[in-house]
Structures are given as C-alpha cells and as structure tokens.
C-alpha cells in the first residue's frame, strides 16, 4: 500500500514527522486548492481526511484559517472525491456535542444534536454536515468518527499535555486555566489510529462512529499526574486566564464502535500512557524545540 500525505506544513505540521515511514510520500499543499487535490484523489483508492486547524485558543484569536481550512477544505476534498467516485473517511472531534455539566450521567452519541461552541468546533461542525450532505445527495462512499481529546507522541506543543510536559522539563509551572475542573475524555493517539482502521474496514457507509476509550479526568487531575511524574509537588502549577466560553466536560460513549466493529483501546493505563508520553518528548527534544517560544509568548499575550 501507498500512502500520500498531503500537507501544508503550516506552523502545526513537520515534515521529519514521517521522513522514517516507508511507503508514505509527502506532497506540500493546501487543501483548499483544488489544482492540487483532484490529481491526488484521482490517482487513490481512499481518502482519508485528517487535515484541519484544530487549536481552539486559536480560533478564538483569528478564527479565518478555520473557516477556509476546515469548510472549504473539506468541501474541495468532497468535490474531488465525488468527482473521482472515491472512498472517503473524514476525521472530527467530539466538540461537536458542545459540551456537558460535571454530573450529567449521559454521554456525547451519534444521535447527540450538534452544538458547538467555538469556531473551531463549529467549522468542524460544518464540515461534517457537508459530508453527510455529500453522502446523501451525491452517494459518496463516505464515513465520519468524532474522537475525544487525544494524547501521546508527536503533538503539537500548542496542546494542554504536551505543553505542561514541555514547561516541566524546561522547569516552568504548568498552567491551568481557571479553576481546572474542565474535564476532557483521553485517548491514545495509537488507540484513535486503530478506530480509523477498523471504520475504513468495516464501517457502514453513511455512518459516523464516535471513538472514546472511557479516559475522563479534569484538568487539575491530568497537572497533577504530570507533576508527579516528574517528582514536584503537587501544588506546583498556575492557574491563568480562563479561556472564553471554555467547554466544561466531553464524554464519549464509543459502544457503536466496539459492538459493530469489535475495536477496543489497547493504552487502557492513563499514568502509563502519560510516562511514555514524557519519555518521547525528553528523547525528541529537537523535534519540539523550535516551537517553544513561540507558542509561550503567544499565550503569555493571552494571559496563559
Ligand atoms: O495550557 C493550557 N492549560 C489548560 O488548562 C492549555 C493549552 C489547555 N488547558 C485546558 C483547556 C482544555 O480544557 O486543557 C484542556 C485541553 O485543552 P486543549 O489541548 O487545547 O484541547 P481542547 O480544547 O479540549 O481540544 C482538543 O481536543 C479536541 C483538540 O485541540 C481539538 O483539536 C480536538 O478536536
């Protein structure tokens, strides 16, 4: 099998990410251009759509990449797909739900009604409906999975693990925004990987599969974990800004997916998970590096 990857190597993209891969070829570009898109789809069998702006602080600070990137994007992959009469998987986030309070016993499923409360989450909103839209008017051989919040190597700094992880071993405090009680659902990037395969396999056309592996903690826990690992007390972190319009809780109910396609996540030990986590980032340092002062000074302008 070959793989193409397309990529704009904006800020959040490296290429030396897939340098070591066999058989996987990097092409640079947008795709929002569909001069570039229609003779990759053309020449494939498969589209898989992982491509997005994904940082909500982001969003929130210029929210135009979103809009072009993460609707007009997918709309030009559709676009060619169709044309081509390609398979297609399009990759989303639970943030669609909107979010839910601390107590509520329920869980985000694929009939949960859309709600999202950023502009990210809304262009991801967006660009889910012009798939099912796709599907529906057009037949495009196409299906949709919503995964939790992801952790583990090769993350952007940008993101809550990785930059607490990145500030402890530079012997800065991790920052918590507001009080911490927001509460995330974990997954192991591997164990979202593995769901993406079993849904492009076996997956029913036209569906959408939400992918969780039950890993709820809220922020304040997850610091506290970090800071363990590295052996600082457990107080030692910030509490900064809160950022607008923050999501209290996601939670996944993933049971469409391990009952129909018999996938079930194999990094099941958080503090596990998260050792390995910090082992790659202190082994990769060269790989994270060039990023870090940036995205702090960007926070520190935001108060974070
Ligand atoms: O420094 C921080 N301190 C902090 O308390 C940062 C960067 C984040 N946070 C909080 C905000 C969130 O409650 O941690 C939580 C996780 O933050 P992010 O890593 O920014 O993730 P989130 O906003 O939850 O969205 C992520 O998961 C869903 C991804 O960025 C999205 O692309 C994905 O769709």
Known sequence: MDITVLDALT?????RSIQDLASVSLVEGDIADAGVVDPLVAESDLVVHFAAESHNDNSLNDPSPFVRT???GT???LEAARRNDVRFHHISTDEVYGDLELDDPAKFTA???YNPSSPYSSTKAGSDLLVRAWVRSFGLRA????CSNNYGPYQHIEKFIPRQITNLIDGIRPRLYGAGANVRDWIHVDDHNRAVW???????????????ADG??????????LLAAF??????????????????RYAIDASKLRDELGWRPQHTDFQDGLAHTVDWYRSNEDWWRPEKARVEASYASQGQ
Request: proline share 5%; charged share 25%; glycine share 12%.
């Open 11 to 15: 800020y959040a993209g490296d290429a």
């Open 70 to 72: 993460n609707i007009v």
């Open 75 to 77: 709309f030009t992959l």
């Open 111 to 113: 009939s949960t009604p």
């Open 143 to 146: 299906t949709i999975s919503n």
């Open 198 to 212: 079993a849904i492009i396999d076996g997956g029913r056309i036209g569906e959408t599969y939400l992918i969780g």
């Open 216 to 225: 709820e903690k809220s922020n304040l826990e997850v610091v506290q974990e």
């Open 231 to 248: 052996g600082r007390p457990e107080d030692d972190f910030d509490h900064v800004t809160d950022r607008p319009g923050h999501d209290l």
